[in-house]
């Protein structure tokens, strides 16, 4: 489940039941959608505890934090697109 603001899915066309493509420079995956006003605008929230095809830590990057060494896996640029 992908979390979307009211805004973004109005500017993308989503209903209650839509799905959407959410896609980055490593691969694209598609989502049922929850519309709620506790995120950001321009933030799509998808939590990263899903395992095999779903796995969002597909999508995001793999740099290591210099210091840690922990990967950045909280974060990356997306397009969101709906998903007939």
């Not at 998808?46 to 210099?66: C, Q, R, Y």
Request: proline share 6%.
């Amino acid at each position: 489940m992908a979390e979307i603001h009211p805004w973004l899915a109005g500017k993308i066309g989503l209903g209650l039941d839509s799905k959407i493509r959410i896609t980055s420079r490593r691969g694209s995956l598609v989502f049922q959608v929850k519309v709620t006003e506790g995120i950001q605008p321009r933030t799509v929230f998808v939590p990263f505890h899903w395992g095999e095809e779903l796995s969002i830590n597909k999508l995001t990057m793999d740099a290591l934090d210099p210091t840690s060494r922990m990967p950045e896996f909280k974060i990356c640029a997306v397009k969101v697109e709906r998903a007939d």
